[in-house]
């Protein structure tokens, strides 16, 4: 199981821009897929963006497209999440997960190791 660890959250105004961080230790981090996760007060968990370990694929749910834009640093190892237009119903508590399966699960009840996530908050 990779331990991840979210950053970069913040509170902005409505239209600004975000960048997320999700790091872990060691390389194998860079053959997981890895997806981004949010929960806003009162909800459940929802999916929000994914990228395959190759770089080669993305996801997104339908709220987020054109707006988010997930990517990956081999390098460091990390994973960001990309948010601009920001609006009031993306506030919420962002986490990150790896998972070793392409397409991912988007049903964060199946997933298991959730870091302590970075809030997100959106004024109006």
């Known amino acids: 199981q990779v331990q991840v660890v979210e950053s970069g959250g913040g509170l902005v105004q409505a239209g600004a821009s975000l960048r997320l961080s999700c790091a872990a230790s060691?390389?194998?981090?860079?053959?997981?897929?890895v997806t981004w996760f949010r929960q806003a007060p009162g909800k459940e968990r929802e999916f929000v963006a994914a990228i395959n370990y190759s770089h080669d694929y993305t996801d997104y749910a339908s709220s987020v497209k054109g707006r988010f834009t997930i990517s990956r640093d081999d390098t460091r190892p990390t994973v960001y999440l990309q948010m601009n237009n920001l609006k009031s119903e993306d506030t919420a508590v962002y986490y990150c997960?790896?998972?070793?399966?392409?397409?991912?699960?988007?049903?964060?009840?199946?997933?298991?190791?959730w870091g302590q996530g970075t809030q997100v908050t959106v004024s109006s």
């Open positions: 997960a790896a998972q070793d399966t392409w397409p991912v699960i988007r049903s964060p009840q199946l997933l298991k190791g």
């Open positions: 060691g390389r194998t981090f860079n053959y997981y897929a």
